[in-house]
């Protein structure tokens, strides 16, 4: 069973837009939240994170919210560039735990 | 050299071959990660050491061996694997395991013939 979902595999959206990146989990007890960003050949890179009891951290161009009561978090990207074109994985993680446990991904293509 | 560095980059093995992989973190961390990525599927933690002793191994087969030399290195050690092996491994690193961030490794892909 699968406690970090991305239920869309990929998205395109036109340069100067805005992408949101959505992820969804099971577990209300994970407490911490991230987003990572990967491209081809090279391992994931941490991008932005939120602790749960926060419902928005934002680092320039990026932006998470988390929606605690639908177990929802997603990742705002504005505007959008062509660089941005990457696969995004969302990870949660209990407190005091070893355990991320990750999503599958959703590969972003920024249009220019 | 920075970051964590993982070797072989590519590695192509029979199924009765005996190889090993090697990640090397130079950030200061003491806990360090190893993860399978397997094509359309999350990435799956397969092990986790803090301060060179294992504190997770997910159900993973014995046919992959971990070793923690020092809190450096870590190393996955790989016999007898089948052809659904095939995947990008991934070595990561974080500080007292548990800060919110891993920094991982460009990875190891790996065929099994």
């Known amino acids: 069973d699968q406690q970090v979902k991305q239920n869309s595999p990929s998205l395109s959206v036109q340069e100067g837009r805005i992408s949101i990146l959505n992820c969804d989990y099971t577990n209300s007890m994970f407490d911490y939240f991230l987003w990572y960003k990967k491209y081809p050949a090279e391992g994931p890179t941490f991008l932005i994170s939120i602790s749960s009891i926060k419902d928005k951290n934002e680092d320039g161009r990026f932006t998470v919210f988390l929606n605690k009561s639908a177990k929802h978090l997603s990742l705002h990207i504005v505007p959008s560039q062509p660089g941005d074109s990457a696969v995004y994985f969302c990870?949660?993680?209990?407190?005091?735990?070893?355990?991320?446990?990750f999503g599958t991904g959703t590969r972003l293509k920024v249009l220019a | 050299e920075t970051g964590v560095t993982q070797t072989p980059r590519h590695l192509v093995m029979g199924m009765t071959n005996k190889k090993s992989l090697k990640c090397e973190q130079h950030?200061?961390?003491?806990?360090m990660y190893w993860y399978k990525q397997s094509a359309k599927k999350p990435l799956e933690l397969m092990f986790v050491?803090?301060?060179?002793?294992?504190?997770e191994n997910n159900s993973v087969p014995s046919r992959f061996s971990p070793e923690c030399p020092n809190s450096s290195h870590l190393f996955l050690h790989l016999h007898t694997l089948q052809p659904e092996d095939s995947a990008l491994y991934l070595c990561?690193?974080?500080?007292?395991?548990?800060?919110?961030?891993?920094?991982f490794g460009e990875g190891s892909r790996l065929t099994v013939l």
């Open positions: 990870a949660a993680s209990l407190e005091g735990t070893y355990k991320y446990i």
């Open positions: 990561a690193s974080s500080q007292e395991g548990r800060t919110g961030e891993l920094f």
């Open positions: 950030l200061g961390h003491n806990a």
């Open positions: 050491y803090s301060l060179e002793e294992r504190v």
